[in-house]
């Protein structure tokens, strides 16, 4: 028969080092404390961008008004603008009564001259001399008439040149200030999109020195935090270990049968139950004696 078989069962218990766990919590406290007190994110209150500059909105009121407005022009024209008045020579009439004169003086001259051949050939008073005098008569007119048209025509035609001048120094002058004045709206909107470009520069510089001020803050800030979670992380975690080893032996069947066998030994060896002279092995006797009276009584169960 086989013997019991034994067994040990070992236990261990392991727990933080009480100066780890002190400096563990102490040091996560103080990374909680940094975590929750984080720096609040400023909101950028400066301004952002220029917008229109003075010059900008002064071209904008004139363009609104009108002012660089190219069709408000009214050229010079023939039927409502020209004045004889004032563009024909004003001299005309003095020049037409001057010819005239030197013209007709001219006929006098000739029929002078008429009259004197006439009285040489002996013919004055006669159809030759009438005829005469009225072709002297004839060509002083025509050329009176052609004089006084042409001197009229070369007047009217100056004075309509120079109004004709006029006219175009009149359009020219006008465009001339129309870009002028487009030139003046280019100047305006140019310098003032200049200025602004600047004012815009200085804007933002002023901006990126905010956000880098912002950025500084927020890099010490986390610079400290991963700081501290380092240290966290660097604690050493020192273990306090404690163990127990019990064993336990199985008797077996042979245990079991010698248990067994030492019972019964127990009960019919000597001094048990049922040995001689046990209680379970005993002649019973009647009362008295060494019966069963004597059992009970005397030196029986009884007996004295």
């Known amino acids: 028969m086989s013997g019991g078989k034994r067994r040990t069962r070992t236990s261990q218990t392991q727990t933080l080092n009480p100066w780890s766990q002190q400096q563990w919590t102490q040091q996560n406290n103080h990374l909680q404390g940094l975590l929750a007190n984080r720096p609040e994110q400023q909101s950028y209150t400066g301004q952002l ?55 007709q003086d001219a006929a006098s001259r000739a029929r002078a001259d008429a009259k004197a051949a006439t009285l040489a050939n002996g013919s004055y008073g006669g159809s030759r001399h009438g005829v005469r005098e009225a072709l002297i008569d004839e060509s002083m007119l025509d050329t009176i008439g052609d004089q006084t048209a042409q001197i009229s025509y070369d007047s009217f035609n100056r004075g309509l040149g120079m109004f ?85 032996q199985n008797p077996g069947v042979a245990g079991v049968l010698g248990t067994a066998v030492q019972g019964v030994g127990s009960l019919f060896g000597a001094g048990g139950l049922f040995a001689p002279g046990g209680i379970f092995n005993r002649t019973v006797q009647p009362y008295g004696g060494g019966g069963l009276g004597g059992g009970l009584g005397g030196a029986g169960l009884l007996g004295g």
Do not use: C
């Open 164 to 248: 004709e001048n006029d006219a175009g120094r009149h359009e020219r002058a006008h465009f001339s200030n129309e870009r002028g004045r487009q030139q003046e709206l280019n100047n305006l909107l140019g310098v003032g999109s200049h200025l602004r470009g600047i004012e815009d520069r200085g804007l933002a510089a002023d901006y990126a020195e905010w956000l880098r001020h912002q950025d500084a803050i927020n890099a010490d800030y986390w610079n400290n935090v991963n700081a501290n979670m380092g240290l966290l992380g660097s604690i050493p975690m020192l273990v306090n270990s404690t163990g127990e080893s019990v064993t336990k």
């Open 49 to 103: 961008t220029a917008g229109t500059h003075g010059l900008e909105q002064l071209a904008g009121d004139r363009m609104a008004s009108g002012y660089y407005d190219a069709r408000d022009y009214n050229p010079l024209s023939y039927e409502n603008d020209f004045d004889q008045d004032v563009y024909v020579n004003p001299y005309r009439d003095d020049m037409i009564d001057r010819m005239t004169g030197n013209v």
